[in-house]
């Protein structure tokens, strides 16, 4: 909403965040399904599914960017700066996995998600004159991209500054460094649960 007041006032600058935290997640399995199921059917899973991403997002006050294809896009700490972002999306993400099973125990379909998410510096805005979609670049966009490629099926693969954030609320595992495309080597680990109070 934000964006749409600054575009309606003319205003489509692109505004620099020194931290944001952003997440990739792509649906496993669903390239195979297109071969096997008709387009409509195909869409109409797509769209259970990303339906309750959305939901989700809207749950844990996450911005979702975009979906390209089977992949979902989403930040938290812009446009609009937001209390504990890192947190937030650790937990979105943790429902998102869970979300993504149960669609894939009541559909039958071999479904699982990836998820990658890194916090750091990113521009964000609206630029072009047509098609207009706010939208994020920056190194920190690209490593988050790249640990999603690089998680495991139905994991949670995070940066080391979102585990130096997380590890206290959170249940983590060291995963390891993993040689990231244009990236190198980066050390990363998996998120697996949000510790219950005692």
Not at 5 to 12: F, I, N, V, Y
Not at 35 to 48: I, K, T
Request: net charge neutral; charged share 25%; with cysteine.
């Amino acid at each position: 909403a934000s964006i749409a007041a600054s575009l309606k006032l003319g205003d489509r600058s692109v505004a620099q965040h020194s931290e944001v935290t952003i997440l990739f997640a792509d649906v496993v399995g669903f390239t195979a399904l297109a071969s096997r199921l008709l387009p409509s059917q195909l869409v109409e899973l797509l769209e259970q599914m990303f339906q309750r991403f959305d939901e989700l997002a809207q749950r844990h006050g996450i911005e979702k960017i975009k979906t390209i294809g089977d992949a979902y896009m989403a930040i938290a700490g812009a446009p609009l700066p937001v209390e504990r972002p890192v947190e937030r999306m650790a937990g979105f993400a943790l429902d998102m996995v869970a979300a993504c099973a149960e669609i894939a125990r009541t559909s039958g379909f071999d479904l699982s998600l990836r998820v990658g998410i890194h916090s750091g510096p990113a521009v964000a805005g609206v630029i072009g004159h047509s098609r207009l979609c706010y939208d994020l670049w920056g190194d920190s966009v690209n490593l988050a991209q790249r640990l999603e490629t690089g998680s495991d099926v139905n994991a949670i693969c995070v940066s080391e500054p979102v585990y130096h954030r997380l590890r206290d609320r959170f249940e983590l595992t060291d995963n390891g460094v993993l040689d990231l495309k244009g990236k190198g080597a980066v050390r990363t680990y998996r998120l697996t649960a949000q510790r219950t109070n005692r």
